[in-house]
C-alpha cells in the first residue's frame, strides 16, 4: 500500500508536470515529448514494423504479439487459455493442449516469455512461456505463432522462476516459487514448514530439430521461494542463477516475516556440473504425475500423454552443483549483462543495486571464500563476489536489461522510473519517469549477447488515467521509449492486454520472412479431413456421428443433413478447402455448448455438438469470407431418439418436393456432385 | 482505422498549431503528406504465362490427365462442375474451346493478375460475384489440370 501511495503521488507530480506543458508555453511541449516523436514512432499504411515484440499477458493465459515502433496489436496467441477467436480450447484438436494431471485447466497465469536462442543470439525458432499457477511451460511455434507443446511440471507450485534458457536453449528452466512438500508425505500441517518444504529448479532439454521438449532432471533445493532466474553466457555459459526470498523460511504473513533478513540470496546453480552426474548415473527416478501436450502440426491435432517419473538430483549427496550469494532484501531480478561477466541482483527493497562479478564468484569458490552454509551450501562472501553497487539507484529495483554499448536499464516499482546506469562503473547515467508503477521493462535484444538497443518500453502496473476512462477495469499501461541516444527520450504510450510481466523483442526480418500462409491441403493428415467435396460424407458409429465437412468459399457440404437423433453426439469434421492466404472460414451451430471453431486454408477442425432436443437446427460460417458469405449456412435435423429418420446429407440437390425422409427408408444419399 | 485515427491526430496537432501561434510542428504535417502508401509485402503467385510457355499435343499425357483430375477432385470440384452448369463458378465443359490454354493456366496461377486486366476475367466476376480464389498451384500443377480438361471436353 505504502508503496502504491509513493508511486500515485509521483505519477501525479508527472500528470501535473505534463498539464502545465500543454498550455501554450513556447518549448514546453518539447521537454515531455520531443519533436520528432510521432515521426519516429508513425508506421505509416501498409508498412511493417522493425520489431515484432512477444508480450505475456499475464493473468489472461495468452501472450500477445505487438509491432514496435508503432505499438501496434498483431496477434493474441491463446497459450494457458481457451480462446473464443480461433476456438483454442474448444475445439477437439485443441482440449488436448490445456490438459493436466488436474485435468482440463483452461485458465493460467502466463508470465514471462523467453525466445530461443543460439549462442546467446535470438534464432527465431520458438517462444518459452510459463504457465504461473499450474506449473506448466510451453513453446510457441514462430513459423505459425501457435502454442505447439505444452509441459506440466512435477514438485512445483507457482512456477515463476521461469522458463529462462540457456545459451543454445539447451535447456529451458523452471524454479518454483512455493515451496511445498515434495517427495515424501505432502499431508503435512503447515506450520512444519521448516522441515518439510522443499523447492525444486527443473531443467527442460529441448530436441534442437524438433522443439520438443523434455524434463531431464530437477535439482532438489531448501525450502525457500525462487523468483526469476537468468542463464549465464559467454564466460559463464555453464551456470544458472536464480534470485530467492524468503530465506527465512516463513509460511504465513510473508509480507513481514520473509522480509526480516538483510539479506536472501542469488542461487548459483552449476549445471554443467549437474549434467555430469545425470550422465554418470547419479540420479534417482521417483514417481510423479504430469502431462506432456504435443501439437501433431500434420494432423492438426493436439495428445495429451501422462508421464509416470521424473529425475532428482540431491545437491547435499552430490557436491559443486550449488551455492548461495547474499543479495540484499528479497532479490527480485536476476539479470546476466550481454558479456557473461557481471550478474546484476535487484532487491526489492534494498536501497543499492548489486553487481555481481562471474570471475570474483570462480575464485571464491576455488578459494573456498565463504561466509558459513546456508541449510548445508556454502555461502559466499558478499564482498568477495562483489563487483560494486549502484548507489541511490531510487526505489524498488525489479528488472535489468540491457544495451550494446555497457549500460543497464532498471525498473523501479515505487518510484516509476527507468534508471540508466553504467555497468562498468555503476554510475547513474539519467532517469526517466514510467506511467506508472513500471513492473517489467524490455530493451530490444535486452537479455541477449548482442542486444540491438534502440528501443526500450515500460510494462506498468498502474494505469489509472492514462487513457479514456473505461469504468473499474482498464488496460495496462506502457511506454516506449528511444534510448539510441544518452538521454532517454518517451516516445508512445499504448495500451496493453492483460497484465503483461515479461517481453521480448526481435527484429522482424529474423521471422516474418518463415510466417506460414496456409495449410497444404496435400500435407493434411487429419484422420477426418475431406479433401475435395467428393469426400464429404456422414457416417454414424453408434451414438456419434461424424460429418466430414467442406467449407469453399461460399458453401458447406454437406449443407442438410438429416437422420441425426437427440442424444447423438455429432462431430463436425470442418476442412477448409482453401489454398489463399488469409481465406480463414469459421463453423457455428445454434445451441452448441461449444459455440463455434475458425480453419485455416488447408486446415481440419472439429466441433462436438450434443443436440438435447428435437428441432432444426441451423449452421454457417462465422469469418466473413466473399460477398456470399452470407449465404454459407446449412441445416440439421435433430429428431426424437427413437426416431427412424435415414441418416442422409447433400448440397446442392433436393429431394421431391414435401417428401419426408421418414417415410422413405429406402431414400439413399444424394450428395454426390456428377 | 488505423489512419483515420491518425487523420484525428494530426487534426488536433493542427488544431493546436492554429491556437499556440506555431512553433515549429508543421514538419508533422509535411512528413505525414508526403508519405507514400505501399504495401512491403506484396502477394507473389506464379509469373504470367505467356502464349508460347504452352503446347498442346495429342495423344493426351495420360498422367498428367489423371494428376490433372486429382488436382480437380482437391480444389477445384467444390466450385467447378464438369457439365456446362454454373456453380459458384462456371462448368467446365467446352472451357478448352471458349478459352486460349495460356488465358486457362493464367485463372489458375495468376488470378489476382487476371482479375486486375483481363476485361474476359472480370466478366465472369461480374456473372458468378466470388473472386476465384489462387489454389496455390504451381505452373505444372496448372498444366496438369489443362490435360484434364481438355480430356473432359473430348480430346484423345
Given at each position: 500500500m505504502k508503496s502504491l501511495r509513493i508511486s500515485l503521488t509521483v505519477g501525479t507530480g508527472v500528470l501535473l508536470l505534463i498539464a502545465g506543458i500543454q498550455s501554450c508555453k513556447p518549448g514546453g511541449s518539447k521537454a515531455a515529448i520531443t519533436g520528432d516523436a510521432a515521426e519516429k514512432v508513425y508506421v505509416a499504411p501498409g508498412k511493417y514494423d522493425e520489431f515484432y515484440s512477444f508480450v505475456s499477458g499475464g493473468?489472461?493465459?495468452?501472450?500477445?504479439?505487438?509491432?514496435?515502433?508503432?505499438?501496434?496489436?498483431?496477434?493474441?496467441?491463446?497459450?494457458?487459455?481457451?480462446?473464443?477467436?480461433?476456438?483454442?480450447?474448444?475445439?477437439?484438436?485443441?482440449?488436448?493442449?490445456?490438459?493436466?494431471?488436474?485435468?482440463?485447466?483452461?485458465?493460467?497465469?502466463?508470465?514471462?516469455?523467453?525466445?530461443?536462442?543460439?549462442?546467446?543470439?535470438?534464432?527465431?525458432?520458438?517462444?518459452?512461456?510459463?504457465?504461473?499457477?499450474?506449473?506448466r511451460i510451453a513453446r510457441v511455434d514462430m513459423k505459425t505463432f501457435r502454442t505447439a507443446e505444452i509441459l506440466e511440471i512435477p514438485n512445483s507450485a507457482g512456477n515463476h522462476s521461469s522458463p529462462y534458457i540457456t545459451e543454445n536453449t539447451e535447456y529451458v528452466v523452471a524454479g518454483t516459487r512455493f515451496s511445498i512438500p515434495v517427495l515424501s508425505n505432502e499431508d503435512v500441517a503447515i506450520n512444519t514448514y521448516k522441515q518439510n518444504f522443499k523447492g525444486t529448479v527443473s531443467f527442460i532439454s529441448v530436441d534442437q530439430q524438433t522443439g520438443k521438449m523434455n524434463i531431464s532432471f530437477q535439482i532438489l533445493t531448501p525450502g525457500i521461494d525462487f523468483d526469476l532466474a537468468r542463464a549465464g553466457k559467454g564466460p559463464s555459459h555453464g551456470w544458472f542463477f536464480f534470485s530467492c526470498y524468503n530465506s527465512e523460511k516463513?509460511?504465513?504473513?510473508?509480507?513481514?516475516?520473509?522480509?526480516?533478513?538483510?539479506k536472501d540470496f542469488i542461487m548459483a546453480v552449476n549445471w554443467k556440473k549437474a549434467e555430469e552426474y545425470v550422465k554418470a548415473g547419479k540420479g534417482k527416478k521417483v514417481p510423479a504425475k504430469y502431462a506432456h501436450n504435443l501439437l501433431n502440426e500434420k494432423t492438426h491435432t493436439a495428445t495429451s500423454t501422462m508421464e509416470n517419473e521424473v529425475l532428482v538430483l540431491d545437491p547435499k549427496e552430490l557436491n559443486d552443483i550449488v551455492y548461495f550469494i547474499p543479495c540484499p532484501k528479497s532479490p527480485h531480478g536476476t539479470d546476466v549483462d550481454p558479456t557473461g561477466e557481471y550478474i546484476v541482483g535487484s532487491g526489492k527493497l534494498a536501497a543499492v543495486i548489486p553487481v555481481f562479478s562471474f570471475s570474483k564468484l570462480q575464485q571464491a569458490i576455488s578459494a573456498k571464500n565463504f561466509d558459513g552454509t546456508f541449510e548445508g551450501f556454502p555461502v559466499l562472501k558478499y564482498e568477495a563476489v562483489l563487483q560494486g553497487e549502484v548507489e541511490k539507484p531510487g526505489l524498488g529495483p525489479l528488472h535489468t536489461e540491457f544495451d550494446a554499448n555497457g549500460n543497464a536499464y532498471t525498473s523501479m516499482f515505487v518510484s516509476s522510473e527507468i534508471v540508466k546506469w553504467d555497468v562498468k562503473t555503476q554510475k547513474v547515467l539519467d532517469r526517466i519517469p514510467t506511467y506508472y508503477s513500471i513492473g517489467h521493462l524490455s530493451v530490444m535484444g535486452g537479455p541477449t549477447k548482442k542486444p540491438y538497443g534502440k528501443y526500450m518500453v515500460?510494462?506498468?502496473?498502474?494505469?489509472?488515467?492514462?487513457?479514456?476512462p473505461v469504468g473499474p477495469e482498464l488496460p495496462q499501461s506502457a511506454q516506449l521509449y528511444d534510448i539510441s541516444g544518452e538521454k532517454m527520450k518517451l516516445l508512445l504510450d499504448f495500451p496493453t492486454v492483460g497484465e503483461p510481466h515479461y517481453a521480448e523483442a526481435i527484429p522482424a526480418d529474423k521471422i516474418s520472412g518463415n510466417a506460414l500462409k496456409i495449410y497444404k491441403i496435400e500435407e493434411n493428415e487429419h484422420p477426418y479431413v475431406a479433401k475435395g467435396e467428393a469426400q464429404a460424407k456422414v457416417e454414424r458409429k453408434g451414438k456419434e456421428v461424424h460429418v466430414w465437412m467442406t467449407a469453399i468459399r461460399s458453401h458447406l457440404t454437406p449443407d442438410n443433413i438429416e437422420g441425426v437423433k437427440v442424444g447423438d453426439e455429432v462431430y463436425f469434421h470442418v476442412t477448409n478447402l482453401e489454398q489463399d492466404w488469409d481465406v480463414p472460414h469459421g463453423f457455428a451451430i445454434k445451441g452448441a455448448n461449444n459455440a463455434e471453431i475458425l480453419i485455416m486454408p488447408g486446415e481440419t477442425q472439429t466441433l462436438l455438438f450434443k443436440p438435447d432436443r428435437t428441432g432444426m437446427y441451423p449452421f454457417y460460417c462465422t469469418d466473413f469470407c466473399s460477398a456470399l458469405h452470407q449465404e454459407m449456412q446449412g441445416y440439421l435435423r435433430v429428431s426424437p431418439a427413437n426416431s427412424n429418420v435415414p441418416l442422409t446429407f447433400s448440397t446442392g440437390t433436393n429431394k421431391p418436393a414435401g417428401s419426408d425422409a421418414a417415410a422413405d427408408s429406402t431414400k439413399k444419399d444424394v450428395s454426390k456432385a456428377p | 482505422m488505423k489512419s483515420s485515427i491518425f487523420a484525428l491526430a494530426l487534426l488536433l496537432?493542427?488544431?493546436?498549431?492554429?491556437?499556440?501561434?506555431?512553433?515549429?510542428?508543421?514538419?508533422?504535417?509535411?512528413?505525414?503528406?508526403?508519405?507514400?502508401?505501399?504495401?512491403?509485402?506484396?502477394?507473389?503467385?506464379?509469373?504470367?504465362?505467356?502464349?508460347?510457355?504452352?503446347?498442346?499435343?495429342?495423344?493426351?499425357?495420360?498422367?498428367?490427365?489423371?494428376?490433372?483430375?486429382?488436382?480437380?477432385?482437391?480444389k477445384c470440384q467444390g466450385c467447378h462442375k464438369l457439365s456446362d452448369e454454373r456453380v459458384v463458378g462456371p462448368g467446365w465443359k467446352g472451357v478448352t474451346e471458349r478459352r486460349e490454354p495460356h488465358w486457362i493456366m493464367n485463372m489458375i496461377t495468376n488470378v489476382d493478375m487476371m482479375l486486375e486486366k483481363d476485361p474476359e476475367a472480370q466478366k465472369l466476376l461480374e456473372q458468378c460475384l466470388v473472386r476465384m480464389p489462387n489454389q496455390n498451384l504451381n505452373r505444372d500443377q496448372a498444366r496438369h489440370v489443362l490435360e484434364f480438361m481438355r480430356s473432359n471436353d473430348g480430346v484423345k
Open positions: 493473468f489472461n493465459g495468452q501472450m500477445s504479439v505487438y509491432g514496435f515502433p508503432s505499438g501496434r496489436l498483431l496477434r493474441i496467441i491463446p497459450v494457458f487459455s481457451t480462446q473464443p477467436e480461433n476456438g483454442y480450447g474448444f475445439s477437439e484438436e485443441t482440449k488436448a493442449m490445456l490438459n493436466t494431471a488436474h485435468g482440463f485447466v483452461p485458465w493460467d497465469d502466463l508470465h514471462h516469455i523467453s525466445l530461443s536462442t543460439t549462442n546467446g543470439e535470438h534464432d527465431g525458432r520458438w517462444v518459452f512461456a510459463n504457465g504461473n499457477n499450474t506449473p516463513a509460511n504465513t504473513l510473508l509480507e513481514v516475516n520473509a522480509s526480516a533478513k538483510d515500460a510494462y506498468n502496473k498502474i494505469t489509472k488515467d492514462r487513457y479514456l | 496537432s493542427l488544431v493546436a498549431l492554429t491556437s499556440c501561434g506555431g512553433d515549429g510542428s508543421d514538419s508533422t504535417e509535411k512528413t505525414a503528406s508526403t508519405e507514400t502508401t505501399s504495401t512491403s509485402g506484396q502477394e507473389v503467385h506464379g509469373d504470367e504465362v505467356k502464349p508460347s510457355d504452352v503446347t498442346l499435343t495429342t495423344p493426351l499425357n495420360q498422367e498428367w490427365v489423371s494428376d490433372g483430375k486429382g488436382i480437380y477432385d482437391v
